[in-house]
């Protein structure tokens, strides 16, 4: 049973936004590209994963947790919970041929294109993991024994140099590799496995990726301002009386500002004045600003001169 679904990562809408308000020249472009290219690879991999696990149908209880983040950043793709063991898995999809090094540990891949980029190392991140999901274990006195694997999401990934000791498996061997594992007596009841998967959930620390800007030295001067088109994409729009409109497509809207504003929480900051909103949404006049930020169900903190509009995070 899946009793924590997987999220699509806030980190790619905060890089799409980026990218969506950052000029056409801009340095950073390439780089943020690149980082929006990996993180949907990333979940790309998952996903794929998540759709071979489907048909999961072993002969030992199980719980299966996707994408958890647990205490001391410990993010872990897929968690397996049975009455004897825990497995962990981390899903890798990067084109190309992947070298494992040691001493130092890393991840070297080779690019369709020709090119060596250097990660930290999935075994030390797993093995860390290992380590952290080990020590909650012991808090709560569960003994359970631990294992866990680095999975290579599609078989065009040519994995070599796999340190001894780590196991790799490839998405199509998972559902293999989990029915074969062997089950030593079990050690919890499945009682007691639903109130491990609600512990696990319950002490999740969601890790806010936001704001993106400040990450890569982007100013506010440097982004573009205004309310987009969400048809045509490009084209900003105008604010009409309590609507927007696309001079190009002619879309009439009148919620677009919400995903501006998103996108100001996301790259900026997460809080916004009326000020900040009128110039941000190219808006007439203070007033404006003050009626769309009042109807947008946010949170208001300080007085009336210096009120500022929060953005709560919902786990
Ligand atoms: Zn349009």
Known sequence: MIIKYRNKPAKIAGYEALLKRLPAHHTKRG???????GARAGIGGEERLDQLLESFDPSYPYLL???VELPGKCQIDLLVITPSQIVLLEVKNMAGRLRFTENPSALHQLTPAGETKGYKSPVVQIETAEMKVAKL???IDYPLRIQSAIVVAYPSQIVESVPLGTKVWSADEVLLQLNRLQMAAPSISIDQMKMLGDHFLSIQEHYNPFPLAPKFNISLEEI???VFCPRCLLKKMDRLVRKWECKSCYLLSSDAHFEALDEWFMLYKPTITTAECQEFLDLPDRDA??????RMGLEERGGRRH??????MKN
Do not use: P, T
């Not at 600003?289 to 009042?294: C, D, F, G, I, Y």
């Open 31 to 37: 780089l943020i590209q690149e980082k929006l290219n």
């Open 65 to 67: 947790l996707q994408d």
């Open 137 to 139: 274990l012991k808090l």
């Open 224 to 226: 573009e301002s205004g």
């Open 289 to 294: 600003a003050k009626r769309l930020l009042k």
């Open 307 to 312: 009120r500022q509009y929060v953005k709560l």
